[in-house]
């Protein structure tokens, strides 16, 4: 892994107009966007149009169109990234819906939140509807279900990620999980 003050440096140079300076870091982030890919691929169906590389660099555009974006560091730019490839793949799912119009429901499981992959594109629509709602009501549970979920990370490397306690992790995924599950009910 690459040393995070790098990346967050490059950041820093991105952010103070260094025209080549995301180009300098991608190498740097591409095996863990590639994971962040291959996570969020693992819940949608078999033979999905868009792979790990396609989703990644589908993400890598819409990043570099970021021209406003305030970097604060690693952390904000992978959960960043993270929201963008679910974003990526979520109106892939629209369009492939808008398309088709119907079809069975395959579901993936959020431990009690239940979840489709791309053959039941309207749950993964809800699901972001609410994921929408719950960052209205409470920012950081929904930062923790993007660590967690969406980047895989551990309980410490949440806590980490956030600035706060495991424990407060660990209480702001039981609490986002039973909302999500209520909400998506």
Not at 74 to 88: K, T, Y
């Amino acid at each position: 892994m690459p040393d995070a003050g790098d990346i967050t440096q490059l950041l820093t140079a991105v952010k103070c107009g260094d025209p080549d300076a995301m180009d300098r870091l991608m190498p740097l982030v591409y095996g863990e966007l590639r994971a962040v890919a291959r996570r969020h691929l693992a819940h949608e169906r078999v033979g999905h149009t868009l792979d790990t590389g396609a989703l990644v660099h589908e993400a890598y555009l819409k990043l570099i169109g970021l021209d406003r974006i305030q970097w604060r560091d690693r952390v904000h730019f992978f959960a960043l990234s993270a929201r963008l490839m679910r974003q990526i793949l979520i109106n892939h799912a629209e369009r492939r819906t808008a398309r088709k119009r119907g079809g069975g429901l395959d579901v993936a499981s959020l431990d009690e939140v239940v979840i489709a992959t791309d053959n039941g594109l309207q749950h993964m629509a809800e699901l972001d509807e609410a994921l929408r709602l719950l960052e209205q009501l409470n920012e950081r549970q929904c930062r923790v279900v993007e660590c967690r979920f969406f980047s895989n990370m551990s309980l410490e490397e949440t806590a980490t990620a956030l600035g706060v306690s495991p424990a407060t992790v660990k209480r702001d995924w039981t609490l986002a999980r039973a909302w999500l599950n209520r909400e998506l009910a």
